[in-house]
């Protein structure tokens, strides 16, 4: 259970980022978001909007919806969790039980992708960037997420321009914090298994053997292939970001559009059937997010280990 009171702890730390990128975006759609306003009903075009409406300022942070919703959700796990492991019991039951079986599973699930090794050193991050997703998706699906909030009269119609709360993942400053997160704790990983020189000769190496002009040539080639691949791990948290972002951005605009269809009195029918996609798509995209940084993690961390097998076998065949 030590596993699970880390992992939750560690839910703020990982939305600090996010706060801070929403605290410059935000400014650079302020004066869009004011000139929404501020035109009227006339002027208001239905669609969650691509930005997240500021909320409150603390300091030099804008505080966006997408924000206040990441970190109520963060801290009701947190809470969770300490409720979870108040009274420790030999046996567990109800909710030490469950938390219990979410770190195991979790764990034996990582550990048969990448290996025992690996699991101790990243579990941490891999299972609270699955469990932070996978809330954070879900609980922006409850009521009143994106519909309590300030908005203008149009007609008979209130048309919300601000809400109060919205899906954290909808908002590309979240998806984009995690993902740098992730290439930070991945450029650690990689120096901390492979070592400086490790690190570079995994991306610029040449593999196999060869000698004279064909070395020279396998050096040029290998050279380009690993400037390609530098490019390749830099693109890595652009399209971990979108790929998230992307598609809870897309599930909250289809409900926000059937509820609009619906009118006034069938709003709330039309959007229904779409909510059991959407709680399939939470999860779905918080394994992929988590599956794929766990193998960018393997690849980068085993291939030293690959090499010092190799080394030990011919030592042993020479004795």
Not at 38 to 43: D, F, N, Q
Not at 225 to 238: D, H, N, Q, W
Not at 277 to 292: K, R, S, T, Y
Request: hydrophobic share 50%; proline share 3%; net charge negative.
């Amino acid at each position: 259970m030590r596993w699970l009171i880390s992992i939750l702890s560690l839910l703020l730390w990982v939305g600090v980022p996010g706060a801070a990128l929403a605290a410059e975006h935000g400014a650079a759609h302020g004066g869009a978001e004011a000139a929404h306003e501020g035109g009227g009903a006339e002027h208001h075009t239905s669609g969650l909007p691509s930005y997240a409406p500021k909320i409150f300022k603390l300091g030099p942070v804008e505080f966006t919806n997408s924000t206040i919703m990441m970190f109520s959700v963060a801290l009701g796990l947190i809470l969770a969790a300490q409720l979870a492991t108040r009274n420790m019991q030999l046996v567990p039951q109800g909710a030490q039980n469950f938390a219990e079986w979410l770190v195991e599973a979790l764990y034996e699930f990582l550990e048969g992708i990448i290996g025992s090794d690996l699991v101790k050193k990243t579990f941490w991050f891999f299972a609270t960037v699955f469990i932070m997703i996978l809330a954070t998706n879900w609980f922006g699906l409850i009521p009143g997420v994106g519909t309590v909030g300030w908005g203008v009269q149009n007609g008979d119609e209130f048309h919300i321009v601000r809400p109060l709360l919205r899906g954290a993942n909808a908002d590309l400053n979240t998806t984009l914090a995690m993902s740098m997160v992730f290439f930070a704790c991945w450029v650690f990983w990689a120096i901390q298994s492979n070592g400086v020189g490790g690190f570079i000769s995994h991306l610029f190496g040449v593999k196999g053997d060869s000698s004279g002009l064909m070395k020279i040539v396998m050096v040029l080639v290998f050279f380009a292939v690993g400037i390609l691949e530098v490019v390749s791990i830099l693109f890595r948290p652009v399209s971990l970001s979108f790929r998230l972002y992307g598609n809870i951005f897309a599930g909250e605009n289809m409900l926000e559009t059937m509820a609009h269809l619906g009118g006034p009195y069938f709003g709330w029918l039309l959007p229904l059937p779409f909510y059991g996609m959407e709680l399939l798509v939470g999860i779905v995209q918080a394994l992929v997010f988590m599956l794929l940084t766990a193998v960018f993690t393997l690849l980068i961390c085993t291939h030293d280990e690959e090499g010092h097998g190799h080394g030990h076998e011919k030592g042993e065949e020479a004795h």
